[in-house]
Each structure stands twice: as C-alpha cells, then as structure tokens.
C-alpha cells in the first residue's frame, strides 16, 4: 500500500471514529462533567500508549521539547476545553458548524508558515464552501433554529484555529523521526499537565464509583483508548502522509458520520434536508480534495 492510500485511509477511520465520540459523550454527560469526560479519556490514552510502547522517548534538544509543549496545550488541552466551554454559552448546532472551519485555519496557517504543501487554491475554498453549506442544512433545520452567541461562537471558533495550530505541530512532529506512539503520548502528558488548573476550577470530581455501570466504563474506556490513544495516532500518520491540510478536510466528513450515527444509535430522524446537506458536505470534501485524488501536487512557494 502506498503511502497516500495509507494517508486517506487513516484519516477516514479517524473521522468516523471521532464522528460518533458525539454519541460517547452524550451518554457519559448523564454522569460527569465536560472537564471530568475530557481529563478520564486522556489518562486513558496515555496508559493505552504505555501499555502498547513502553520504552520512553528521549527527547534531542529543548526546541523539540517546546514543539510538544505546545501540541499538547492546542490539541489535547486547548481545543476540548474551548468546545466545551462554547458548549455553555451557545448551541451544539453552532458549535458543530463553527469548528469544522478547521481545514481553512489549517490550510491558511500551514500556508503562512511554509509548511511546504503550497496556497490553498480555488478547488479547496469552493470546496470550504460547499461543505459548510452542507453542514448548517445537517445542524439547522430551519432558519428559527439558528440562535446566535457571541461568546461560545467565538470560543468554537478559536477552537477550529487552535486545532489549525496543533495540525501544524503534528507535522513538524513528524519531522523528528520519533515513533509516533511515543510522541502522541507525550502530548498527551503536556495536554494533561494543562488540564490540572481547569479542573481544579471546574468541578471535577474523581468519583471511580461512577465507573461501577457497565455503560460508563465501557464508554469511557472507548473514548480514551479508540477516540484519543488510536485515532490520534492514525490522523498523525495521516498528516505525515498526506500533510496537515487535506488530512483537516476529512474534518467535514464528522457532522454525517454522526448523523447516520444519530439516526441508527439514538433513532433520530433523519429529514430531507439533513441528507442533502450530507451529500453537498460530501461534494465539498472532494472538491477539497480534487487535486489530490488525480495525483496532482500543489504548487508550493
């Protein structure tokens, strides 16, 4: 298998894993807190990544270790805490929508910091377009649906550019030649280590006791050793094969996979403009990925 194969592939098992972490959560929230949900699922994930690489990794120099400060504040911490947050202030539906603006913020910060895969060109942000089009048919039903809030808008969408941010880390990450078991679990303890102060300030409780019903451990166990341990590693291999901008546009595939998840989990209906909206979000990320999908290179600068 080819190394652009394998990029696709790992970014498409990545989405529609973290496409139904929406169901996850929405179970687990009848028991813990957003900031309890996000600090358990991490922990997880970094005991899975031990038990499946337990040799540390030494790090070269002190650039680096900076390098995996920084991808652990902006993916593992950053990024949940702000969604979260925005969840407080605003709707699901907004919050939904504002965050799959990611592949721009990340095609727009990778551009602006020459990470080598070129200016984003016309098929990319006609693509943009289409699947956000696509994504507000999926999330707002109607036009009365649509409730706006400056505060948790804004925080949703600091959260897309921050995930922009930690894509472009996960690329140059890439570039230090370390085991990528090793370097995701070592965001992970930075993210950790950045979560402390919002859990102490948000109400967290260890309460294991919750961890008794079957559906929480089972739940919990998959959020943090499928949702973060596994599919961080497989979008990291998928950055490092096919770069962080058409690895983000699987990013639009999320709002469907939890549709479909919706409607087959929690029998939600699925309406008419719902699939149309699905099929124009699928339309938006071929177009975002035209130029890959007929092997052509973008023009880099």
């Known amino acids: 298998m080819d190394r652009r194969t394998l990029g696709h592939l790992a970014a498409l098992f990545t989405i529609v894993n973290w496409g139904t972490t929406f169901i996850a959560t929405k179970v687990l929230l009848r028991s813990f807190t957003p900031v309890e949900i996000l600090v358990f699922r991490f922990m997880l994930g970094v005991v899975a990544l031990f038990v499946a690489c337990p040799r540390l990794l030494r790090v070269k120099d002190r650039k680096q ?89 804004l925080l949703a969408l600091g959260a897309a550019a921050v995930w922009g941010i930690y894509s472009r880390l996960v690329k140059v990450i890439a570039t230090f030649g370390y ?55 497989t979008w990291g291999v998928a950055v490092n094969c096919l770069g962080a901008v058409k690895t983000s546009v699987y990013i639009y595939l999320s709002p469907v996979i939890t549709l479909v998840c919706s409607a087959v989990v929690l029998k939600e209906h699925m309406t008419a403009a719902s699939l149309a909206g699905a099929a124009l979000t699928l339309g938006g990320l071929v177009l975002s990925q035209w130029d890959a999908l007929r092997g052509k290179e973008p023009v880099k600068e």
């Open 65 to 153: 270790e900076l390098v995996f400060l920084a991808a652990g504040l902006t993916g593992a911490c950053l990024y949940y805490l702000m969604e979260n947050v925005a969840l407080t202030y605003t709707t699901a539906a907004n919050v939904g929508v504002i965050v799959t603006a990611a592949p721009l913020f990340t095609a727009l910060i990778v551009w602006k910091t020459g990470g080598g895969e070129g200016k984003p060109n016309g098929k990319f942000f006609l693509g943009f377009v289409t699947a956000m089009a696509g994504i507000c048919l999926i999330s707002f039903p109607s036009i009365s649906s649509v409730s706006l809030d400056w505060r948790g808008d």
């Open 179 to 233: 085991p990528i078991l090793q370097t995701t679990r070592r965001t992970f303890l930075y993210g950790l280590v950045f979560m402390i102060p919002a859990a102490m300030t948000m109400d967290f409780h260890w309460g294991l006791e919750r961890f008794a019903q079957p559906v929480n451990a089972l739940t919990m166990l998959y959020l943090g050793i499928g949702a973060c341990a596994l599919c961080f590693v």
